[in-house]
């Protein structure tokens, strides 16, 4: 590979690659969030109107496409936030806190960030309960 400035040609087919596994993976994980979200009397009145069922969805799916994202982008903040939301769905309280408290922690590069990082720390400050 030929190299310029320190880095080789194909460094930047490399992030571009793993930018689109990325925004695939997070895309794959919110699709599954939201429709694991759906209520069976919501998907009852879209068989009814539509003749057609929702496509399925489940929150382990989700955090499967989240967990991978958090691989190839540890440092981005919204896959975090999303991968702890999901784990609180799931009921997995200590590393949907887990993921949060890593979030929080990381830097926010633009408005979406910042409204990720504020909605965690909600959730964390609901996980926390009431002061004894």
């Known amino acids: 590979r030929a190299r310029t400035n320190g880095h080789t040609s194909g460094d930047s ?22 429709m694991a979200s ?21 929150y382990r799916e989700a955090a499967l496409c989240y967990e991978a994202a958090v691989r190839i982008r540890p440092d981005y903040l919204i ?11 799931m009921g997995q309280r200590e590393a949907a806190r887990a993921q949060l408290e890593a979030a ?18 909600g959730m964390l400050a609901k996980m926390q309960g009431p002061p004894r």
């Open 104 to 121: 929080v922690e990381l830097d926010v590069p633009d408005i979406n960030a910042f409204l990720q990082k504020a909605d965690a720390v």
């Open 13 to 34: 087919a490399t992030r571009r690659s793993d930018s689109a596994l990325k925004g695939f993976q997070e895309m794959s994980g919110h699709k599954n969030y939201e």
């Open 38 to 58: 759906v209520n069976a009397v919501v998907r009852t009145v879209i068989q009814m109107l539509y003749g057609t069922a929702l496509m399925a969805g489940s």
């Open 79 to 89: 896959h975090r936030v999303e991968l702890g939301r999901t784990y609180a769905k």
